[in-house]
């Protein structure tokens, strides 16, 4: 196993990669999302809760019902987009917790305690979905996140069938087109927002 | 570029990683703990926030005085490793947009909305904790995240000077022993907590 990323892995992970609205018109295949997931379920979730519950809108219809849901700046790049996944998570996450964390009892941890569930569901699926962002980036894709849509009516939508899933935010998925970006956002010094102890 | 990664890396990344209760007994340096930052704050935020604020305890006694806000389960995994980073963010980061995302007013879209600031600032800064232990593990280094932990006891006393800052939650980092764990915890199918519509 390599020890370090090459320079260029870096590039493509972090130091050129970009947010995008503008998406080329080549497809995501089915394999290439459930690859998607097969990395970001190996990233650390406290206690293994994996508590991110994902819909991946692909087909046109699905992109078009959950672009009825967002604000009018996002209506187009989930459209354009070939896939948008909604990262979602479970308030009662910790019912899976004797299967994914057999060999204590986690899930009484969390039983009685919905602020605790809401608190750590949320951190959790929020890791879950910067991993998605990460891999999807690793395999050659472009994610283009947004959090401007309406949670409750998505919710009501895409998790109809699950009373305890909530929807949290979305990420189109694709290959970006550059010609449609601009200069990158200022990032700020280590001393700006770091204290070294 | 490279256009994607390669099995070794993601192996590295996310297939071999693990996280890491036991450390070896070596040193993690102040460059390999600005080169993570210079990793994180180029991932995505929302309209560039940057909420995260980090505090990197390496010396003994920065150490020991987060340790004693630790649960006991926890306190040993501080105390042994080369640097626990608290993950922090804050309520009012919008202070900073217009110099982060200059090309609009931000910073009004949330004045006057402490609770979508503070919405913002948790998703935000989880999503760059995240980076920042892909960014650690980038580099050749191990993880160890950790949630149980006095929130409010670490904030006082780390970020006695930043009334408007919250300590969030903690990681480890450092070269992990890996005669200190154990198999790891099941991973669910795709099918179990995705949809592909």
Redesign the interface.
């Given at each position: 196993?390599?020890?370090?990323?090459?320079d260029?892995?870096?590039?493509?992970?972090?130091?050129?990669?970009r947010?995008y609205n503008g998406w080329l018109d080549k497809d995501v295949s089915?394999e290439q999302?459930?690859a998607i997931?097969?990395?970001?379920?190996?990233?650390?979730t406290?206690a293994?809760q994996?508590p991110?519950?994902?819909?991946?809108?692909?087909?046109q219809?699905?992109r078009e019902r959950l672009a009825s849901h967002a604000s009018e700046g996002n209506r187009q790049k989930i459209l354009d987009a070939p896939v948008c996944v909604i990262i979602g998570y479970?308030l009662d996450f910790h019912e899976q917790l004797p299967?994914?964390?057999?060999?204590t009892d986690a899930k009484s941890w969390f039983a009685g305690d919905a602020d605790a569930r809401k608190e750590?569901a949320?951190?959790n699926s929020?890791?879950q979905?910067?991993?998605l962002?990460?891999?999807a980036r690793?395999?050659?894709l472009d994610?283009g996140?947004m959090?401007g849509f309406d949670q409750d009516a998505t919710t009501k939508e895409?998790f109809a069938d699950q009373p305890r899933y909530r929807a949290?935010?979305l990420c189109s998925i694709g290959y970006g087109d550059r010609s449609t970006i601009?200069d990158r956002?200022?990032?700020?010094e280590?001393d700006t927002?770091?204290?070294?102890?």
């Open positions: 196993m390599t020890n370090t990323l090459s260029e892995a870096l590039d493509l992970l972090f130091r050129e990669a947010s089915d999302i459930h997931y097969e990395l970001l379920k190996m990233g650390p406290s293994n994996q991110g519950r994902f819909v991946w809108c692909k087909s219809d699905s479970d299967w994914l964390f057999p060999h750590s949320f951190r929020v890791l979905g910067a991993y962002m990460l891999a690793a395999l050659g994610c996140p959090s895409f949290d935010w601009f956002s200022p990032r700020p280590f927002f770091n204290k070294l102890l």
